[in-house]
């Protein structure tokens, strides 16, 4: 049975169907909202109305509570991110009149065909 969740606030430009929804039950403390307890998944999401902040999930697992904190993750298998190409040629070059440092750099390789 189809299951609708409205939102008040815009949703996620980066939302889309397939996604996988979950929730966090949020409590107060201090002022705060803080989480009171672990991820539970929601579902997939199968229709998203961004005119009316409305998603459809298909087969909901659980139910939010009021005041959930609702979140969304991306199937890794369709959207992977890296970068592409043989080679990466870097140059760092300070032209700062004061003495700096460079804190880290980082790098992501992949073996891509065999």
């Known amino acids: 049975m189809p299951t609708t969740i409205t939102f008040t606030n815009p949703l996620n430009v980066s939302l889309q169907i397939g996604d996988t929804a979950y929730y966090v039950?949020?409590?107060?403390?201090?002022?705060?909202?803080?989480?009171?307890?672990?991820?539970v998944e929601i579902g997939v999401v199968t229709a998203i109305n961004q005119s009316t902040n409305v998603i459809t999930i298909q087969t909901q697992i659980?139910?939010?509570?009021?005041?959930?904190?609702?979140l969304?993750?991306?199937?890794?298998?369709?959207?992977?991110?890296?970068?592409?190409?043989?080679f990466a040629e870097v140059k760092f070059r300070n032209s700062s009149t004061v003495t700096?440092?460079?804190f880290s750099v980082g790098m992501d390789i992949f073996e891509s065909s065999k």
């Open 25 to 39: 039950p949020t409590g107060n403390s201090g002022g705060f909202k803080i989480n009171s307890s672990s991820v």
């Open 100 to 102: 700096s440092e460079l």
């Open 72 to 86: 969304f993750s991306k199937d890794n298998k369709a959207n992977l991110s890296s970068a592409l190409g043989y």
């Open 62 to 70: 659980n139910n939010p509570p009021s005041g959930a904190f609702i």
